[in-house]
Structures are given as C-alpha cells and as structure tokens.
C-alpha cells in the first residue's frame, strides 16, 4: 500500500510564495505519474500540475509562469513552489501518484492567499 502526506500549507499574503511537498512510502516500485490538485470550498477538483516519469511537466493555464512542480526520486518526494500567489489560488491543495494503473491521494494541505 501506498501512503501520501502532504505539507507546507499555510497563510500567506497576495504575491507571497509557498512550496509544498509530498512524502510518498510504502510499497513504492515504479511511478508513473504524479501531480497536484487543488479544491476551493463550494468548487470541484481541478488539476494543477503533473510530472511524468519521464520527467515532463504540465499546467493548468490559470497558474503557468507562477508554479513549478519537480520531484527528488531519492526521496520519493514531489514539490509544487508557488510564486506570486493570488487568492484564487485558495484552496486545499492534494497530491497524486498513479502506480500500476492504480490511484493514490494525500489527506491534502491548506493554501490560504489573503488579499
């Protein structure tokens, strides 16, 4: 089994910046694939960022040019640097990784952006 702890969420004024981390363990042989996601109250899940294995990132176009999302295989670790935070960026922020055709989340980290 797989477990995801995410951290480095916290309250922050506009154009301030965050980095969040994600902790993968457990039963960890080949990921495929992971990214960050992000829900705001009263909206659905939407995708922030991913990176392949291969290394390939991609962005919601709301944050391109603000986010980067990167990852230290050795520690099974994936970052999301947040720049320039906005308050729609407000929101609880979860992790995901796909391994065999399977599925993963965290318990998810709060991003507050106060205007």
């Known amino acids: 089994q797989v477990q995801l702890v995410e951290s480095g969420g916290g ?7 965050l980095r969040l ?3 993968a363990s457990g039963s960890i042989f080949s990921i495929d694939a992971m990214g960050w996601y992000r829900q705001a109250p009263g909206k659905q899940r939407e995708l922030v960022a991913t990176i392949t294995d291969g290394g390939s990132t ?9 986010f980067t999302i990167s990852r230290d295989n050795a520690k099974n670790t994936l970052y999301l640097q947040m720049n320039g935070l906005k308050p729609e960026d407000t ?13 993963y989340w965290g318990q998810g980290t709060q991003v507050t952006v106060s205007s």
């Not at 929101?91 to 599925?103: G, H, I, Q, S």
């Open 11 to 17: 309250l922050v004024q506009a154009g301030g910046s």
């Open 21 to 23: 981390s994600c902790a």
């Open 58 to 66: 991609a962005y919601a176009d709301s944050v391109r040019g603000r």
């Open 91 to 103: 929101a609880v922020y979860y992790c995901r990784l796909t391994m065999f055709r399977k599925e």
